[in-house]
């Protein structure tokens, strides 16, 4: 926490926003507060070097101290202004200097209004005083109240610092003065009509002289200056639709590709100053970057596209050279099965995949091969149970071959089981009980029975191995009933 109770950020903020150098924050963010008291001599001294008008008021808007450079800026308050006094006072001193004889009568309006405007405050705003064009801003100091500054601001004068100055005073800009800057710049009264304009709002919509607009409705003067475009009503409409929002920036399009940005500023007595800037430079650059923008994205999306395609190419090359190997291993291969004996052993269906395409053979309780569909299509046609003999040159290769077999029972594999098979209400497999043994009828076999009843059955089963590396017997075909029995 800063002297002041400010975050350093903010105190950095403020040195650069009035170009202070950094002894001053320093000093405001180091200072102990139990030592320090607003606006002391030297303090003042130190603000009044770098040309920084100050003015430290409590949290109920009354003064705390004041520096010299104040009373010059505002020279009204010198041998009146005192401690303790409200800001209302300063403010009334202050427009009593401003206001001339026909406003005076509602300078207690101006006073509340520049109150309250103090205590909302958060960006800096600027205002012509005495021939000066100066820049205040306010510094909130949490527990004690704020610090309130100007500086007199020596950029050139434009448009915008004038029709803001308006804004805040209420009062027409001097002709002098408008015309010494080089945007358009005109004042509206409430009905919408020009009051007051200067010769380069003129110039940009086509008059002769500011006289020509005076008395005038901005939308008429646009609508003429757009006859004969064709634009001429979608820019009154764009004009219709913008000036509902005051302070918002448009833009208007005028004949010979031409753009005008336009903003109003709304004053306190009603009436509108707008400035009209020429971006015509700026709008033609803007739409050349867009184009460029545009066609720098069509090159990037013919540049993908000729990279996938290359890839696509590549990848064609690649399956081209693969299939050519595949051709010349599967030639030899060919060659080899030709002359070399195939050797075939028994085997049953286990079951198909048929996402993987794949039917898997079962030759031992813990072996078994699978012939894949793309090979052997055939294969596919098969069902669980079915007799096959698998041929192939290695007893341990990959198949070569297959062929069906009869049906009949392969002792320890394959084999016929008859006995009593029982589902539980909770369970959707069953288990067909047999003199040696226990057969599992998997759901999808199990879910033609009625749970809760027991019924002699008969089913072709296989020994296979199950995920925990037990062996058991598992039904591959529907149990068929041999006769029912009411449990």
């Not at 757009?226 to 448009?250: I, P, Y």
């Not at 399956?319 to 030899?332: D, E, K, N, Q, Y």
């Amino acid at each position: 926490m800063s002297i002041l109770g400010t975050s350093p950020k903010m105190v950095s903020n403020v040195a650069e926003l009035y170009s202070m150098p950094t002894d001053v924050a320093d000093i405001l963010q180091k200072r102990p507060m139990a030592t320090f008291k607003p606006f002391t001599d030297s303090l003042g001294a130190f603000l009044d070097s770098l040309s920084i008008a100050s003015l430290f008021l409590d949290p109920d808007g009354r003064m705390l101290g004041w520096n010299s450079e104040f009373l010059r800026l505002f020279p009204e308050q010198a041998g009146h202004i005192r401690k303790d006094e409200p800001y209302a006072e300063n403010l009334r001193r202050f427009y009593s200097a401003r206001l001339d004889a026909t406003e005076m009568p509602s300078i207690e309006s101006y006073v509340a209004a520049g109150v309250d405007r103090h205590f909302r405050q958060v960006e800096p705003f600027e205002f012509l005083h005495r021939g000066r064009w100066l820049r205040a801003s306010v510094l909130p100091v949490p527990g004690v109240g704020c610090l309130r500054a100007w500086t007199v601001v020596r950029s050139p004068l434009d448009g915008e610092r004038l029709a803001m100055h308006m804004a805040h005073s209420g009062k027409l800009p001097a002709l002098t003065a408008m015309e010494e800057i080089p945007d358009g710049l005109s004042v509206r009264n409430r009905d919408g009509r020009i009051m007051i304009c200067n010769r380069r709002f003129a110039e940009i919509y086509g008059l002769h002289s500011p006289e020509g607009a005076v008395g005038r409705m901005f939308s008429e003067l646009l609508e003429n200056a757009c006859s004969g475009t064709g634009n001429a009503e979608n820019m009154r409409q764009v004009w219709s639709d913008n000036s509902r929002f005051l302070g918002a920036t448009f833009e208007f399009e005028l004949p010979n590709d031409c753009w005008v940005r336009v903003r109003d500023y709304p004053s306190i007595d009603n009436s509108i100053a707008s400035t009209h800037v020429d971006i015509t430079n700026i709008a033609r650059l803007r739409r050349s970057a867009t184009e460029a923008r545009r066609q720098a994205e069509e090159l990037d999306v013919c540049l993908q596209l000729a990279a996938e395609n290359q890839k696509q190419t590549d990848a064609r090359t690649a399956r081209i050279a693969h299939m050519i190997a595949l051709g010349t291993v599967a030639s030899g291969l060919r060659s080899k099965l030709d002359t070399a004996p195939v050797f075939y052993v028994k085997g049953v269906v286990d079951h198909v995949n048929r996402q993987r395409e794949l039917t898997y053979i079962a030759t031992g309780p813990l072996t078994g091969v699978g012939l894949a569909h793309r090979r052997f299509r055939e294969a596919a046609a098969l069902v669980p149970g079915e007799l096959v003999e698998i041929g192939r040159v290695d007893p341990q290769g990959l198949p070569v071959d297959w062929r069906p077999a009869p049906r009949c029972e392969v002792p320890g594999l394959f084999e016929k089981f008859q006995g009593r098979l029982e589902r539980k209400l909770e369970q959707a497999f069953a288990l067909i009980t047999c003199a040696t043994c226990v057969i599992l009828v998997p759901p999808s076999l199990a879910a033609a029975f009625e749970p809760g009843r027991a019924r002699d059955v008969s089913c072709w089963a296989i020994q296979r191995a199950n995920r925990n590396g037990m062996i058991a017997w598992r039904a591959v075909t529907p149990p068929c009933s041999v006769q029912a029995v009411t449990a």
